[in-house]
């Protein structure tokens, strides 16, 4: 008797598609009745915010071949533009978080169409620079943003209704990740994925194809950035406290790591990567001081032997195995 | 599916290591969450081995109400949204008693609307002002205010007859605090700042800075900030040429300040915490005993003199058994109530009296003023 063979769960047109995305419906709401206390929320909450930019930005990085290392800049405007307007001018969270996200998007684009024209380490560099911009801003323009000792950040409500709590904001983010997931693999499976896949595999195929690159380019780079603001906007309300640490050089490397890790190209590969190194600074943290040590070497260890990701690695081998 | 399945395991692997159910008559467990690794090591790394050391001899000498103390520690490697995730683990999964932590404002005030919602106490060694004014109800706070420092400074100026001071500031969370404070205070010492200029913290060369200093003539210079950058501001100080009295701010009151900038450093004066200068305090000294104690201990057991934050850390601790002891329990309401009744209890840095008003319980000369003389700090005459 054949099994059912786990690549036909990822694959396009397989009748089987809807059965990852099933499991993960279960999964997060299966979770509230089983996690014990409230700090297990708030890790979940933590990995659901990780996979939801993660995945928009898996579309940057893992389909269009394109590198950003300034996307924590656009979490932090997206945070920081919540919690000005919300604080400070009063604005209805919602409204702030809509127009934020507006605001970062035509940054975006506009930055795309200048930079987008960069390729490989020039890009990188831009996107870096970029984002060491956005938090140079932040941690001096103290008057606004509080400085580097940051800012307060009052509840989320959307027409009266107030989410405070770990329990309540769960849903929330649990379930934008299962609309990104949607979202994403709908995307992928779209035409428009396919020409993103082209654009990947060589941009001057592509282009000769009539695939137009550029336009492609710019407005999934526009995408991953709002995506990215609205988490942020989200978790500054969620955390009720912000610091320009949210905008860091080293948050922008933890996404891409997370891309990478959990697998390029992959909708599912950026749900294990983020779930996997959100995880493991808690499951590690009893190590006292090895905890650095310990991650690096199951990330090594990952990269060694999951050489394209831990999802697409992990397909590849059972393909082989039944095939 | 397979990978969906190792998920979920995952995330139930999590579960069941984690829960810990206590008795009643079990340790008392006290959760830190300090900035052990990553930029502000400097300030976790004593703070931690202090409390490591003084938990060990108060367990040796029996406990706090027959119990024994429990540390439960985490690592904010100096992040604020780190320090925000860890106290929760700290309340809801390892249910301790009290909070100690974390070393940047930043982080405390990331810890702040957790521990108010939770009703967990929490006593922060950071020094901004902003963490109990206004006063937070679970909220306290060992090291005095920068605020304090830089009227400390002003009036030792005062009594040199300074009026005309330049400031010359890091972009850090410190220097930008340490620079509001110091501007709003001034004019309180009849002191005009007559220069306010800049400096990022890893920066290497501030003669710039320091050439528009000179040329703004002023009577001295008050420089608030962070080694290494202190350090060559110290040493670039003397290569322009300039002469007035510097005024380091009490962040750079360590050795490694004077053997960063070497000669320069000579007669630079600072406010610090008695810690820094025990060996010029006399035994009369309100704070000898308690830093004799202390001090001894802290060599006798890591061979190196220990630096004010970990004298912060230790006072939160203190602070924390003393009002345990007075209320007779651990529960959190009648600690943070006992805590607020703190009444001339000696810490390492003062005789502190907590009120419903006022949840850190120092003045400014809590700070004493100290100089650079033959390589070393000492207390300025």
């Given at each position: 008797m054949t099994s059912l063979s786990f690549p036909n769960l990822l694959e396009?047109?397989?009748?089987?598609?809807?059965?990852?995305?099933?499991?993960l419906v279960a999964v997060l709401a299966t979770l509230p009745f089983v996690l014990p206390n409230v700090w297990y929320f708030d890790v979940a909450i933590r990995i659901a915010a990780n996979i939801t930019v993660v995945i928009a930005l898996n579309l940057l990085i893992g389909h269009c071949g394109q590198i950003s290392l300034g996307h924590a800049g656009f979490f932090g405007l997206g945070a920081y533009g919540s919690a000005i307007l919300t604080s400070l001018y009063a604005w209805p969270p919602m409204l702030a978080l809509a127009a934020t996200a507006i605001v970062v998007g035509l940054l975006a684009w506009l930055v795309a169409v200048a930079i987008l024209r960069l390729q490989g380490h020039y890009l990188a560099m831009a996107t870096l620079g970029l984002g060491i911009i956005v938090s140079i801003v932040l941690t001096n323009e103290s008057a606004f943003t509080g400085g580097p000792d940051g800012m307060s950040v009052p509840d989320f409500a959307v027409f009266g209704l107030r989410i405070a709590g770990e329990k309540a904001w769960y849903w929330v983010f649990a379930g934008l990740v299962v609309a990104a997931v949607v979202f994403a693999t709908n995307i992928v499976e779209s035409p428009a994925g396919r020409a993103l896949r082209a654009l990947h595999g060589s941009e001057i195929a592509a282009r000769v194809v009539g695939i137009d690159t550029a336009s492609f380019k710019t407005r999934v780079f526009a995408l991953s950035a709002v995506v990215a603001a609205v988490m942020g906007?989200?978790?500054?309300?969620y955390m009720g406290f912000i610091t320009p640490g949210v905008a860091g050089f080293s948050k922008s490397v933890e996404l891409v790591t997370m891309v990478v890790v959990g697998g390029l190209a992959s909708v599912w590969g950026s749900v294990f990567g983020a779930a996997l190194l959100?995880?493991?600074?808690?499951?590690?943290?009893?190590?006292?001081?090895?905890?650095?040590?310990?991650?690096?070497?199951?990330?090594?260890?990952?990269?060694?032997?999951?050489?394209?990701?831990?999802?697409?690695?992990?397909?590849?081998?059972?393909?082989?195995?039944?095939g | 599916m397979k990978t969906s399945?190792?998920?979920?395991?995952l995330a139930l692997a999590l579960t069941t290591t984690?829960?810990?159910?206590?008795?009643?008559?079990?340790?008392?467990?006290?959760?830190?969450?300090?900035?052990?690794?990553?930029?502000?090591?400097?300030?976790?790394?004593?703070?931690?081995?202090?409390?490591?050391?003084?938990?060990?001899?108060?367990?040796?000498?029996?406990?706090?109400?027959?119990?024994?103390?429990?540390?439960?520690?985490?690592?904010?490697?100096?992040?604020?949204?780190?320090a925000n995730g860890l106290v929760k683990r700290l309340i809801d999964n390892?249910?301790?008693?009290?909070?100690?932590?974390?070393?940047?404002?930043?982080?405390?005030?990331?810890?702040?609307?957790?521990?108010?919602?939770?009703?967990?106490?929490?006593?922060?060694?950071?020094?901004?002002a902003i963490i109990i004014d206004p006063v937070k109800k679970w909220v306290f706070k060992t090291p005095p205010t920068d605020r304090m420092a830089a009227e400390r400074v002003y009036g030792h100026m005062k009594a040199k007859g300074i009026t005309k001071v330049a400031l010359l500031c890091e972009t850090s969370g410190f220097g930008q605090s340490a620079r509001k404070e110091a501007q709003a205070v001034a004019a309180g010492f009849g002191v005009s700042i007559v220069a306010d200029e800049a400096f990022a913290p890893k920066d290497t060369d501030m003669v710039a800075q320091l050439t528009k200093i000179r040329d703004a003539a002023p009577q001295a210079v008050f420089v608030l900030g962070t080694n290494p950058a202190a350090a060559i501001v110290t040493k670039n100080y003397r290569q322009v040429g300039l002469t007035q009295p510097l005024y380091q701010a009490h962040s750079v009151t360590s050795q490694e300040y004077v053997d960063l900038a070497g000669a320069a450093a000579e007669g630079v004066v600072a406010p610090a915490l008695p810690v820094v200068v025990f060996d010029d305090l006399p035994s009369s000294d309100p704070q000898y005993p308690r830093l004799a104690d202390y001090v001894g201990a802290y060599r006798a057991k890591f061979g190196q003199d220990p630096a004010a934050y970990g004298a912060s850390a230790l006072d939160a601790l203190l602070l924390y058994v003393d009002a345990v002891g007075r209320a007779g329990t651990t529960d959190r309401t009648a600690v943070r109530d006992a805590l607020e009744k703190t009444s001339g209890f000696v810490t390492t840095a003062s005789m502190v009296s907590l009120s419903a008003t006022d949840h850190l319980g120092l003045k400014a000369d809590t700070f004493r003023m100290i100089e650079v003389r033959g390589g070393k700090w000492h207390l300025a005459p």
């Open positions: 396009p047109r397989s009748p089987m598609r809807f059965v990852p995305l099933a499991i906007s989200l978790s500054a309300h959100t995880l493991l600074p808690d499951v590690l943290a009893h190590l006292e001081g090895w905890e650095t040590l310990a991650f690096g070497m199951i990330l090594v260890a990952t990269m060694i032997f999951l050489p394209r990701g831990i999802v697409p690695s992990l397909v590849a081998f059972f393909t082989k195995k039944e | 399945l190792a998920g979920l395991a984690g829960s810990a159910t206590l008795a009643a008559d079990g340790p008392i467990r006290i959760g830190t969450v300090l900035s052990v690794t990553g930029p502000l090591a400097y300030l976790g790394d004593p703070a931690a081995k202090t409390l490591d050391l003084w938990v060990d001899r108060l367990n040796a000498a029996g406990g706090v109400l027959g119990r024994k103390l429990e540390l439960v520690s985490y690592d904010d490697v100096g992040e604020a949204s780190k390892d249910h301790v008693d009290v909070v100690i932590g974390s070393h940047s404002t930043g982080a405390t005030m990331a810890m702040v609307p957790v521990v108010e919602n939770a009703h967990m106490p929490l006593i922060s060694p950071a020094g901004g």
